[in-house]
């Protein structure tokens, strides 16, 4: 079946590194799924970071990029610099059929530290 | 904008009790998906429904029932709860077609005594 697999957390950054968080996919029942990055931050509920529906497409918020390559079937989140806000924790996603359904990596959490 | 609003945010049951979650959307959102998020772990999908008195099951299905009476709300039961189904369970609603962001709700946690 479809399944993503990410960076193990925990994962604690300097303010002003950069960072990436590695994910990579396993798509059998579509050839090419829509993929995503949630993140939930602090007491805050699950919402959309970016996503990708195109194959060799890049997408990218708040200063976030990932790029969708179907050759190694990844889709990394990265950012060049990042900041004590972007302390959450992040979900790779990938999305299959008309209805959307998801399939979630198990997360990895962020921590920047000042 | 709109919210998905879940019902009870803690819920607190008895092995081999049967237990309900709900879930409203305003969105006018014609699909609708439950979760469960074991601690640690991502979101796997329990039930989705793509339209009023729709169901489908996701991988998860087993152990639990689903009902959507109605295009706003989007029903969870536990037909029997086991110790094992600690979790948060999240309701989510999205547009019809690929592709599109889903919106989730705070969720729910269970606990099972």
């Known amino acids: 079946g479809d399944s993503v697999t990410q960076t193990e957390g925990p994962v604690t950054v300097s303010e002003s590194e950069s960072l990436i968080i590695n994910c990579t996919y396993s798509a059998t029942s579509i050839a090419y799924p829509n993929l995503f990055w949630y993140v939930r931050y602090p007491g805050e509920g699950l919402q959309l970071l970016l996503k990708?529906?195109?194959?060799?497409q890049k997408g990218s918020s708040r200063g976030f990029e990932a790029t969708y390559n179907k050759e190694t079937t990844s889709f990394h989140l990265q950012k060049a610099s990042v900041q004590e806000s972007d302390s959450a924790v992040y979900y790779c996603a990938l999305g299959e059929s008309n209805y959307n359904v998801l399939y979630f990596g198990s997360g990895t959490k962020l921590t920047v530290e000042p | 904008g709109g919210i998905i609003t879940q019902t009870p945010k803690f819920l607190i049951g008895q092995e081999g009790q049967k237990l309900t979650l709900k879930c409203q959307q305003n969105?006018?959102?014609?699909?609708m998906y439950w979760y469960r998020q074991d601690s640690g772990k991502g979101l796997r999908l329990i039930y989705y429904s793509i339209t009023e008195n729709d169901l489908q099951k996701g991988d998860l299905s087993e152990g639990y029932d689903a009902s959507r009476e109605k295009k706003s709300s989007f029903s969870l039961t536990v037909t029997s709860a086991q110790k094992n189904e600690m979790a948060v369970f999240l309701c989510?609603?999205?547009?019809?077609?690929?592709?599109?962001?889903?919106?989730f709700g705070p969720g729910t946690r269970l606990t099972v005594l």
């Open positions: 990708v529906i195109t194959a060799g």
């Open positions: 989510a609603s999205s547009i019809v077609g690929q592709g599109y962001e889903q919106y």
């Open positions: 969105f006018n959102h014609d699909t």
